[in-house]
């Protein structure tokens, strides 16, 4: 059995070596909610699929939800895991067993926490967003989302992520007409309309945004280019995928609207393909100042789009936090300091304790 008491290194280290690829969740599901049955007295234990959700009802005046994915990528001929000083290799050493440990840990050893707790360890993180574990719990027992700061173990070096960015992608079709290459006056070359469109991107005046002291940079990019027939044929049709991530305190509504604007004018279409909101900090709320006080004011915004924005949604503050570098995820070399897996255990420790 997993020892949630013993050391959180140990600990990430018997997660990581339970597979547990998407979709596949199964076996290690089994073994967190063995061990959180066993070796806590506090909590209610439920499952739901392939995820297990704890919580105690101590009557504290606040909650703080504790949430980790329990998947990970396909390994890469890099399990079982391996200690290398002090490093500890192995697929989902970073993203994001170490998290999950520490959170476990915390479960087992918090005699009498200041906060009622709430720990969602979930399943198919790593995939399509349709068959998220933390979305399917959303929608089947809402009740247990509630909380008044939630806190995701993804990686993040030891800094607290604040919110994210939103995500939006949109795809700008341009049409011509089809002609030999050798007479290209004959025909209309839909690539060469593109041209506008990269033209508008290399311009882009970028914003920055601060929130919350966190400053949030969005970016408009280019990410893909489709057009073209043959070596010796004017194309009549060509296309350009164009990722916007933009900061929180844009709706998706205003990010899609700011889009449009940037490219109106030219001869082209667009379809948007994919969009999901950013998530606020919160950070002015108790619960996440006290959060940001124990950890030193170690704070920064989180670039990307995380599962803190179903929280942010919900109204609740919601941030990034656990050990190893996210750049680090999903690599065949993926790691973590085990320092970083013993700061982390210390630091929520200290924010969770009376």
């Not at 050391?7 to 073994?31: F, K, M, Q």
């Not at 929280?311 to 050990?323: H, L, M, Q, S």
């Amino acid at each position: 059995m997993l020892d949630l008491r013993g050391d959180p290194i140990e600990l990430t280290a018997a997660l990581v070596d339970i597979p547990s690829e998407s979709r596949n969740e199964a076996r290690i599901a089994d073994e967190v909610e063995a061990a959180l049955q066993a070796q806590t007295s506090d909590l209610e234990v439920i499952r739901n699929g392939n995820a297990v959700l704890a919580r105690t009802a101590l009557g504290r005046p606040s909650r703080v939800l504790l949430a980790g994915h329990l998947d990970t990528v396909p390994a890469a001929d890099n399990l079982p895991s391996r200690r290398d000083g002090d490093l500890l290799h192995g697929c989902g050493t970073a993203d994001m067993k170490s998290g999950v440990a520490v959170f476990l840990h915390l479960a087992a050893t918090l005699a009498t926490p200041a906060h009622d707790l709430t720990l969602v360890f979930y399943d198919c993180e790593e995939i399509e967003s349709a068959a998220n574990g933390l979305g399917r719990i959303e929608r089947e027992l809402p009740e247990w989302l509630a909380a008044d700061v939630a806190i995701l173990g993804e990686p993040t070096g030891g800094y607290i992520e604040a919110g994210c960015q939103g995500t939006l992608r949109v795809v700008i079709s341009a049409s011509g007409t089809r002609a030999h290459s050798a007479r290209p006056w004959l025909g209309d070359n839909a690539i060469h309309k593109l041209g506008a469109v990269l033209d508008r991107l290399a311009g882009y005046q970028a914003r920055n945004v601060d929130i919350d002291g966190c400053t949030y940079r969005e970016g408009l990019s280019a990410v893909r280019i489709d057009g073209g027939v043959a070596g010796n044929v004017i194309p009549d049709a060509a296309s350009v995928t164009v990722n916007f991530r933009f900061a929180p305190d844009r709706s998706p509504d205003a990010a899609l609207h700011h889009v449009h604007e940037v490219f109106d004018g030219l001869d082209v279409r667009m379809e948007q393909t994919d969009l999901a909101a950013g998530a606020l900090p919160g950070l002015s709320k108790p619960a996440a100042k006290a959060l940001v006080e124990a950890a030193g004011g170690q704070v920064r915004a989180k670039y990307g789009w995380t599962d803190v924005s179903r929280f942010a949604a919900r109204g609740i503050p919601a941030v990034n936090y656990g050990p190893g570098d996210p750049n680090l995820a999903h690599r065949r070399d993926e790691r973590v300091p085990v320092g970083q897996i013993t700061a982390a255990a210390n630091m929520l420790r200290r924010y969770l304790s009376p």
